[in-house]
């Protein structure tokens, strides 16, 4: 999660917001989802680079917020987020507290983070190699950790590496 990002007041005008991004924008990470908040700091809508700059001037930002916005909350699986980014094309999602004041954003280039972690983790999972073990583990301790895998019973029908079948 990054705090780099810009959230801009709903009753602001859109010249107002434009001034701000001005200001602030080469300190975040992603100008392109502007997010929108309350005076109590609340999320109430993001809206995109491209609708902030096309909209007249004297406009408020809140007309042209989109008000739906996908939120996740600290605690949240980052398998989850990672499914959300995916499921609704997000180049970030923000990261709200109970008070649904936004704490942060995560980013995509985040994601991609999670992802390949999980993919390595399944991976090595499948191949029987356990969480404790690493470049420095020894070869003994290696085939202690994966004894358990090797040696369990095969399952939906996928020889075993102790059976005699012929795949």
Do not use: C
Not at 10 to 27: A, F, H, L, S, Y
Not at 52 to 65: E, Y
């Amino acid at each position: 999660m990054t705090t780099a990002y810009i959230a801009l007041h709903q009753d602001r005008t859109i010249q107002e917001g434009v001034d701000k991004i001005r200001e602030i924008g080469p300190k975040t990470e992603v100008i392109e989802t502007l997010y929108i908040i309350n005076r109590q700091g609340q999320l109430t809508g993001a809206a995109d680079l491209r609708d902030f700059l096309t909209a007249p001037r004297d406009r408020l930002i809140s007309s042209i917020a989109k008000t739906n916005v996908v939120t996740v909350y600290p605690e949240q699986d980052q398998e989850e987020v990672a499914h959300l980014v995916e499921k609704y094309d997000l180049k970030s999602i923000p990261v709200v507290n109970a008070k649904n004041q936004i704490l942060g954003i995560i980013t995509v280039d985040d994601i991609i983070d999670v992802i390949v972690e999980e993919y390595n983790e399944d991976i090595l999972e499948m191949a029987g190699v356990s969480k404790e073990e690493s470049l420095d583990t020894t070869l003994w301790e290696s085939v202690r950790l994966r004894l358990p895998w090797l040696s369990s019973e095969p399952s939906d029908g996928i020889p075993g590496i102790f059976d005699n079948q012929v795949i």
